[in-house]
């Protein structure tokens, strides 16, 4: 069964930073791109970045320059560090198996249960 936990939401102020983990299991890591999404309060899921097999990184363009995505094969973990953060990017944010960009659905991609993220003064 695949599994996907997210961790490391919270409140932050404006400016701040977070650091979003997510540890997979019960497929095989290293053959997945995997991504992550988010959904602002009454809006609908948005993709915000992937990254490769092989470690190529893809960023929306509202987080391109602020938000780094990574890997550890070896711990079969994806990371999103979180920086100059936005009140705009409080949203719940997911890890998701595979690569949000070619969905035209998001809600059909394989994710976990989300982590909260709100940034608030």
């Known amino acids: 069964e695949v599994q996907l936990v997210e961790s490391g939401g919270g409140l932050v102020q404006p400016g701040g930073s977070l650091r979003l983990s997510c540890t997979a299991s019960?497929?095989?890591?290293?053959?997945?791109?995997m991504g992550w999404i988010r959904q602002a309060p009454g809006k609908g899921l948005e993709w915000v970045s992937s990254?490769?097999?092989?470690?190529?990184?893809f960023y929306a363009d509202s987080v391109k320059g602020r938000f780094t995505i990574s890997r550890d094969n070896a711990k079969n973990t994806l990371s999103l560090q979180l920086n100059i953060l936005k009140t705009e990017d409080t949203a719940t944010y997911f890890c998701?198996?595979?690569?949000?960009?070619?969905?035209?659905?998001?809600?059909?991609?394989?994710r976990g249960q989300g982590t909260q993220v709100t940034v608030s003064s």
């Open positions: 990254i490769s097999i092989g470690g190529y990184t």
């Open positions: 998701a198996k595979g690569d949000p960009r070619y969905y035209s659905d998001l809600s059909r991609i394989l």
């Open positions: 019960g497929f095989t890591f290293t053959k997945s791109t």
